[in-house]
């Protein structure tokens, strides 16, 4: 058996392991995780470093949503019915598992709220809030002011709504916009993300505005969390403490958050 059918085998398990869905049968051929499967096969045809960067991030993906599957079930089967919806934003959905599992890792105490904000925290004797959002953009040269729009539009939804303030930070999932970026002239970097929650945050009500990336290294096969924070004056403090703790912000290196699977 070569190591492409291999892959592609312990990543169906994987699958129908932590999601119950049979990738073979005809009646799942439209649900997001046979998609995600047809499309690592497809990049296996055209593009080797894709495929495999696809299939790394595939089974951290599924990696994360067992420990929901395991902590609260019935959290788990509304992402998984979520998932089955068409059109739905599937990115924010993956990107708010993802949160809930770094949660769960931290040992957080936390429940998610029937509305907005997505995450009620219980922390250090208080009550802080996580908001989760996602940027995904290719456009050339649009790279930053589709980051600044994100925050804002964020914040004008959050401020309707009455959590846009300082006991709520926001989590903003940026991989596919950075990363969208290198191609470009000007691309992004750390320095130019850094500027613009540095200058975007004081128009903001928001405690605190994150970026996260997520990337894979080849070095050691291990995936890695980048989160860049930036704090309004008058931010609850605990939200501090509490990124320190999820974000690893004290030894000033990316988070492992997935060990080589193979």
């Given at each position: ?10 990543l ?8 119950g869905?049979?990738?073979k049968?005809?009646?799942?051929s439209n649900?997001f995780?046979?998609k995600e499967?047809?499309?690592?096969q ?8 894709t495929y ?6 595939t089974?951290?993906?599924l990696s994360q ?7 609260n079930t019935?959290?788990f089967n ?6 089955s ?9 993956k990107f ?5 599992a770094r949660l769960?890792?931290n ?7 029937k509305?907005?904000?997505d995450f ?7 009550t802080?809030?996580v ?10 040269g649009?790279?930053?002011?589709s980051?600044?729009d ?8 959050g401020?309707?709504?009455?959590y846009?303030n300082q006991?709520t930070?926001?989590?903003?999932e940026i991989?596919k916009?950075?990363f ?5 002239e ?5 320095d ?16 605190a505005v994150?970026?996260?990336?997520t990337?894979y290294s ?7 969390g980048n989160?860049l924070v ?5 931010v ?8 320190e703790?999820i974000f ?6 990316a988070?492992p958050?997935?060990k080589k699977?193979?």
């Amino acid at each position: 058996m070569t190591n492409f059918l291999k892959n592609q085998n312990i990543l169906a398990d994987l699958i129908f392991n932590t999601t119950g869905i049979d990738i073979k049968r005809v009646e799942n051929s439209n649900n997001f995780f046979t998609k995600e499967f047809e499309r690592i096969q497809s990049h296996h045809q055209y593009n080797y470093e894709t495929y495999w960067d696809h299939l790394i991030y595939t089974n951290y993906f599924l990696s994360q949503f067992q420990k929901i599957k395991f902590f609260n079930t019935k959290d788990f089967n509304q992402y998984l019915n979520k998932l089955s919806i068409d059109n739905i934003n599937l990115r924010g959905e993956k990107f708010e598992i993802l949160t809930y599992a770094r949660l769960i890792d931290n040992k957080i105490s936390f429940s998610k709220p029937k509305e907005n904000p997505d995450f009620k925290i219980d922390f250090n004797n208080d009550t802080i809030y996580v908001e989760c959002g996602t940027r995904q953009t290719d456009k050339t040269g649009y790279y930053i002011e589709s980051l600044v729009d994100s925050i804002l539009k964020k914040d004008e939804l959050g401020k309707k709504q009455g959590y846009s303030n300082q006991n709520t930070a926001l989590h903003i999932e940026i991989t596919k916009t950075f990363f969208n970026s290198l191609k470009d002239e000007n691309p992004l970097t750390n320095d130019t993300l850094i500027d613009i929650l540095h200058t975007t945050i004081a128009k903001v009500s928001f405690g605190a505005v994150v970026f996260i990336t997520t990337f894979y290294s080849k070095e050691n096969g291990i995936v890695y969390g980048n989160p860049l924070v930036q704090y309004n004056n008058d931010v609850n403090k605990n939200i501090i403490k509490f990124h320190e703790i999820i974000f690893n912000l004290k030894s000033l290196q990316a988070t492992p958050v997935f060990k080589k699977f193979m």
